[in-house]
């Protein structure tokens, strides 16, 4: 599986910086986090092309319509992924003619449509999710219970305090 591997041996490089006033504390914070996002969108990437023949972009709207009861309206779906509504398009074609979702008008708006998860696309979101979790488990075994769940607690609270993006940021970002 071809995936980032951070040069590690370079990481005290960074701190020495950070220490020395040479780069701001702040990055202290986000360096780690963009670090981790990166060596693990990389993993993840692979692991569902390889093992599902899914797009990680697939399997976030995916497991965004799993864990908002299976139905969502497409500006729901750019909120709580990042790219944009040509993007979103694609991907939503792509898993409709895999039969993973499908559309339907809004019963209390006809104007909306919603994308619903079908039986197969929740299918493969739950085993994907599950084989991804084991993966995903390697990344963290690091920290004790304690920790993980701290940093659990920490990420929930950063989540929550994030700015809400607007539409001009979010479609200049590359599509999925």
């Known amino acids: ?18 220490k020395t006033g ?15 996002h990166k060596t693990l969108f990389a993993h993840s990437e692979n692991f ?3 093992k599902y023949d899914l797009l990680k972009s697939e399997v976030d709207v ?5 864990t908002n009861d299976n139905q969502l309206t497409p500006t729901q779906l750019y909120d709580l992924t990042i790219f944009s509504s040509g993007g979103m398009t694609k ?12 559309r ?22 739950k085993s ?4 991804a979790s084991k993966e995903y488990e390697t990344y963290f075994e690091a920290l004790s ?17 994030l700015p809400k993006t607007d539409s001009k940021a979010t479609e200049s970002l590359p599509e999925a």
Not at 24 to 36: D, G, N, R, Y
Not at 128 to 131: E, G, I, N, T
């Open 128 to 131: 994907s999710m599950l084989h």
């Open 62 to 66: 995916l497991a965004s319509l799993y």
């Open 48 to 50: 569902y092309k390889e």
């Open 22 to 36: 040479y780069i701001p504390k702040v990055f202290l914070l986000a360096f780690p986090i963009t670090l981790l």
């Open 145 to 161: 219970d304690t920790e993980t769940k701290e940093l659990e607690r920490l990420l929930q609270k950063l989540l929550y305090t």
């Open 91 to 102: 991907v939503l074609k792509r898993l409709e003619i895999r039969g993973y979702i499908k």
């Open 104 to 125: 339907k008008a809004d019963e209390k708006d006809k104007r909306c449509m919603l994308v619903c998860l079908t039986p197969s696309g929740e299918e493969v979101i």
């Open 1 to 18: 599986m071809n995936t980032y591997t951070p040069n590690n041996h370079l990481i005290p490089n960074f701190y020495e910086k950070v």
